[in-house]
T-cell receptor, first 114, second 109 residues
């Protein structure tokens, strides 16, 4: 158990809909990262937040957004969902925002868009 | 993101054998990390490397951070059935983690 929690574990929705994925980092960790894992693209970095502020952006679509709240939990919002958005979404956390910090992953949310 | 080339893509090994996999990149990384992912689970951190040339062990696992900072390898000694899974290398730079495509390890009992 990495100490990172994610909810829900599974999510099934329809195209065009909007969903919110939630992540709670390990106790004391200030940075949260979001990743998408699909069969054809592998693990792709989406976005990082550090202590409430956006720190780095990766291959995140404009239809996706995230935020980190004062209690350090984070939410990833996916809107206007398409079939291709079906994937595993992982959250990871690290102690600080430094580029050399180890990241610990949550169990993931499996999103299925029908 | 940066491209990481991980090889081999998959391997079948005999229980008790040693396993080796590696990652190369055209970019320099500050940190190399090795993760293992079981089906339906998140990646679990195995080893983290912070300095060029660093050699680090974690039980039967040994990993090295290449001198050029563009490569890393992972060795698993005396493989056992629970070593089955997908192993990912990851290079970290500019707050971003780039992952290799993974090496799928299957152990023949």
């Amino acid at each position: 158990d990495s100490g990172v929690t994610q909810t829900p574990k599974h999510l099934i929705t329809a195209t065009g809909q909007r969903v919110t994925l939630r992540c709670s980092p390990r106790s004391g960790d200030l940075s949260v990262y979001w990743y998408q894992q699909s069969l054809d693209q592998g693990l792709q970095f989406l976005i990082q937040y550090y202590n409430g502020e956006e720190r780095a952006k990766g291959n995140i679509l404009e239809r996706f957004s995230a935020q980190q709240f004062p209690d350090l939990h984070s939410e990833l919002n996916l809107s206007s969902l398409e079939l291709g958005d079906s994937a595993l979404y992982f959250c990871a956390s690290s102690a600080s925002g430094a580029s050399y910090n180890e990241q610990f992953f949550g169990p993931g949310t499996r999103l299925t868009v029908l | 993101g940066q491209q990481l080339n991980q090889s081999p893509q998959s391997m079948f090994i005999q229980e008790g054998e040693d396993v080796s996999m590696n990652c190369t990149s055209s970019s320099i990384f500050n940190t190399w990390l090795w993760y293992k992912q079981d089906p339906g689970e998140g990646p679990v951190l195995l080893i983290a490397l912070y300095k060029a040339g660093e050699l680090t062990s974690n039980g039967r696992l040994t990993a090295q951070f290449g001198i050029t900072r563009k490569d890393s390898f992972l060795n698993i000694s005396a493989s056992i059935p629970s070593d089955v899974g997908i192993y990912f290398c990851a290079g970290q730079a500019d707050y971003k983690l780039s992952f290799g495509a993974g090496t799928t390890v299957t152990v023949r009992a």
